[in-house]
């Protein structure tokens, strides 16, 4: 499975932003899908993941309630849409694949895109 992420830019707080992960490959449908972000100098952690057929899902803490993680098979998409955007929320933002089911551990990942830059200015 190959992954590209896309959709990071410059926005003030308090914004939106629509983070986008491409895949390719076979039976997408067979991996679950994390997005991971690492701010400058932090360790990567976890934001969303959803299963391989899109009906489970999980948030961290940190952006529950301000972001919804879907995924289109048909498209070999998954997108992240985060609202209520914060200075905190500013990192490089990684999508991730994973055979069958999600974890929060960016350990247990397979495939990795090459990341998306998000800066959330105050």
């Known amino acids: 499975v190959q992954l590209q992420a896309s959709g990071g830019g410059l926005v003030q707080a308090g914004g939106s932003l629509r983070l986008s992960c491409a895949a390719s490959?076979?039976?997408?449908?067979?991996?679950?899908v994390g997005w991971f972000r690492q701010a400058p100098g932090e360790e990567r952690e976890f934001v969303a993941a959803i299963s391989g057929s899109g009906g489970s899902t999980s948030y961290a803490d940190s952006v529950k309630g301000r972001s919804t993680i879907s995924r289109d098979n048909a498209k070999y998409t998954v997108s992240l849409q985060m609202s209520s955007l914060k200075p905190e929320d500013t990192a490089v933002y990684y999508c991730?694949?994973?055979?069958?089911?999600?974890?929060?551990?960016?350990?247990?990942?397979?495939?990795w895109g090459q990341g998306t830059l998000v800066t959330v200015s105050s």
């Open positions: 490959g076979r039976a997408f449908s067979n991996y679950a």
């Open positions: 991730a694949a994973r055979f069958l089911s999600y974890t929060a551990n960016p350990r247990q990942y397979d495939y």
